[in-house]
């Protein structure tokens, strides 16, 4: 990733209050800047993960999230919602629905992460060099997973935060 990459600096309620780049944010400056997450499912209930290549800055070579990625500055959450998607799996098509927002803070930075989900059963192309392997994961494999260092720790933090909202036994129940 390019250092003059910059990112909006926001309040909890996602309001730019400022801008500063990648490098800064990501320096251990905590300094809140808002990201996207959109988790992938399948009409039979199973989420879609990537495994991050090991290339990138964090957490690299862990699964994590179907799609996430930073909104740069002056760009909104759907304008980036759209072009993460596209950048990352090859996907133009898609319905998503908003999850929450909420704000998680790494050893590294600080994020406001506006979670979405969709249901998708198209071609999924993964960008190898964002994203070493991805697939569809029934949530038991994900639970027998969990804290063993399978998963990055924001993935974790916001797949409890999916459950106890009651999405996946939405989706999981609705197949049954």
């Known amino acids: 990733m390019m250092s003059d990459e910059y990112f909006p600096i926001v309040d909890e309620s996602g309001l730019v209050i400022g801008m500063e780049t990648r490098k800064y944010c990501h ?6 800047h808002p990201v996207v997450h959109l988790h992938i499912f399948d009409s039979k209930g199973r989420l879609y993960l990537q495994k991050r290549a090991q290339t990138k ?7 994590d999230t179907s799609v996430g990625g930073h909104i740069d500055y002056g760009e909104t959450v759907n304008e980036a919602l759209i072009r993460e ?3 990352e799996l090859s996907i133009v098509d898609f319905d998503a629905q908003k999850i929450f927002s909420y704000t ?3 050893t590294r930075e600080y994020e406001l992460v506006n979670s979405f989900y969709t249901i998708y ?3 999924i192309k993964p960008d190898s060099t964002e994203i070493c392997e991805g697939r569809f994961w029934t949530i038991e494999e994900i639970e027998s997973k969990l804290g063993m260092s399978v998963f990055t720790p924001n993935f974790e933090f916001e797949f ?4 106890s909202n009651g999405l996946i ?3 999981t129940n609705k197949n049954d």
Do not use: H, T
């Open 104 to 106: 998680f803070r790494s």
């Open 160 to 163: 409890a935060k999916i459950k």
């Open 27 to 32: 320096g251990g400056s905590f300094l809140l």
């Open 121 to 123: 059963e198209g071609l």
């Open 85 to 87: 998607v596209r950048e």
């Open 57 to 63: 800055d964090i957490q690299p070579g862990k699964w």
């Open 169 to 171: 036994n939405l989706l």
